[in-house]
């Protein structure tokens, strides 16, 4: 899901870039650092990051803790809590850590108009309607077209068998009848009586 809305959000920047440079003089200047993660930032893909190893941080904890009692099942409240101390105590990596990565690909990709242009649309009231909307907007869209897929895909494979079968009738090897004036797949022609 992330990776989905971080293409979205990465094509909707590109987008409003290019139409940005169409009206500015083309400005091959790459983006700073700070640039980059002010567009990180107003496109919210930093809050989504974190939000997402939180969430990865809870579902491995409750994995684990779920493992523990499992073999453990006897397990006092004291033990249990030291159990959380261990996970409390070995936080999971953020956004921070991996924003250098980030980073240079949007600085190999974008210049520095079109990282303005991104940050000048994502933090307007249209571009904050965006962010706010489009999880809703990529769950109902891929809904929709799953949909629509596995109908045109059952579809596809209803012809496509029928074709098959066709093909298969049409090129299957017919008995041959010694007439090549009889029908194809007629009554074999009757052999001769034995002279007496």
């Given at each position: 899901?992330?990776?989905?809305?971080?293409?979205?959000?990465?094509?909707?920047?590109?987008?409003?870039?290019?139409?940005?440079?169409q009206t500015l003089q083309m400005d091959p200047t790459p983006p700073s650092r700070?640039?980059?993660l002010s567009l990180l930032t107003a496109m919210g893909i930093r809050e989504t990051v974190e939000n997402?190893?939180?969430n990865a941080q809870q579902r491995i904890k409750a994995s684990a803790q779920a493992a523990y009692l499992k073999r453990n099942p006897k397990a006092d409240a004291?033990?249990?809590?030291?159990?959380?101390n261990v996970f409390d105590g070995t936080p999971i990596f953020g956004f921070d850590d991996i924003s250098e990565t980030l980073v240079s690909v949007y600085q190999k990709n974008l210049d520095a108009a079109d990282v303005q242009a991104g940050i000048d649309f994502y933090t307007s009231p249209a571009g904050q309607r965006l962010i706010h909307k489009v999880n809703a907007i990529i769950r109902e869209a891929n809904e929709a077209s799953q949909a629509l897929v596995q109908e045109k895909l059952q579809t596809y494979a209803d012809t496509l068998t029928r074709k098959l079968q066709a093909f298969d009738q049409e090129t299957r090897p017919q008995p041959s009848t010694g007439d090549p004036s009889a029908p194809a797949g007629g009554d074999k022609a009757a052999k001769p009586a034995p002279k007496s």
């Open positions: 899901m992330l990776r989905r809305l971080a293409t979205l959000v990465l094509t909707f920047v590109v987008c409003s870039g290019a139409l940005a440079a700070a640039q980059v997402s190893l939180k004291a033990t249990l809590k030291k159990l959380d």
